[in-house]
């Protein structure tokens, strides 16, 4: 199958909630993706660390994003599936969430990813299924 990394940071443009939360795509390659996000005070949780909904979510667009950069002919890729593992405490100044497809169908793909804080330790794994919509 054909990679398209443009495809997949112009398909991002289009995401209201991506556009929101200030998610930034550093690194797009094929069945891959490096996102980042700057961690607002108002993102955090009552321990003063990142909240388990930002990083979750992070971890889903990066997920997405890279099976997206294998289906470059779909209309849009959704979540099916998946589990995360909270690991460790989210600190700023920023998020990073790297991802990488495991498998590659048609229209199903399996996906893997951490989030990590910027000095490297692990916040959290998330494997999933995601899904492409063709036109």
Known sequence: ???DAE??????KKIPFVAHLGLSTDELGEGTAR???AL???MSNSFGTAHGGVIMTLLDVALCTAA???H???IGVMTIDMSTSFIGAG???????????????????????????EDGSL???AIGTVRARKP
């Open 1 to 3: 199958m054909k990679h």
């Open 7 to 12: 495809f997949a940071r112009e398909y991002q």
């Open 35 to 37: 996102l980042s996000l």
């Open 40 to 42: 607002e005070p108002h």
């Open 68 to 70: 997206r950069t294998l």
């Open 72 to 74: 470059p002919d779909s």
């Open 91 to 117: 600190s700023g100044p920023r998020l990073l969430a790297e991802a990488r497809v495991l498998k590659n169908g048609r229209s199903i793909i399996f996906v893997e990813g951490e989030a990590k804080n």
């Open 123 to 125: 916040v959290a794994k």
